[in-house]
């Protein structure tokens, strides 16, 4: 069994940055990939990054070149560094988690605010 738990969300002015992490207990070495989705109440959830076992990276293009995916020393740590904040990037954050022939795994989600 695993659990994801996320932290870094907050309130932060437009053009700031956020980090957000999500720390996986349990062994994820047969991971296949973990990332982030964001939900607001008008819009479905959507992938906004993702990192694979191979570490290939997958970004909305909404994000890109503004936030990065890591996950440094292959440890069970995936992080979202989240620069040049737009408002529109106001979202609840869920980490997930996908491994072969299981259910997807999810975060509790964490809020992000954007707003002057």
């Known amino acids: 069994q695993v659990q994801l738990v996320e932290s870094g969300g907050g309130l932060v002015q437009p053009g700031g940055s956020l980090r957000l992490s999500c720390a996986a207990s349990g062994s994820i070495f047969s991971f296949i990939t973990m990332g982030w989705y964001r939900q607001t109440p008008e819009k479905q959830r959507e992938l906004v990054a993702a990192i694979s076992s191979g570490i290939t990276t997958t970004y909305e293009d909404s994000v890109k070149g503004r936030f990065t995916i890591s996950r440094p020393n292959a440890k069970n740590t995936v992080y979202l560094q989240m620069n040049s904040l737009k408002p529109e990037d106001t979202a609840v954050y869920y980490c997930?988690?996908?491994?072969?022939?299981?259910?997807?795994?999810w975060g509790q989600g964490t809020q992000v605010t954007v707003s002057s």
């Open positions: 997930f988690v996908d491994f072969p022939r299981l259910p997807r795994y």
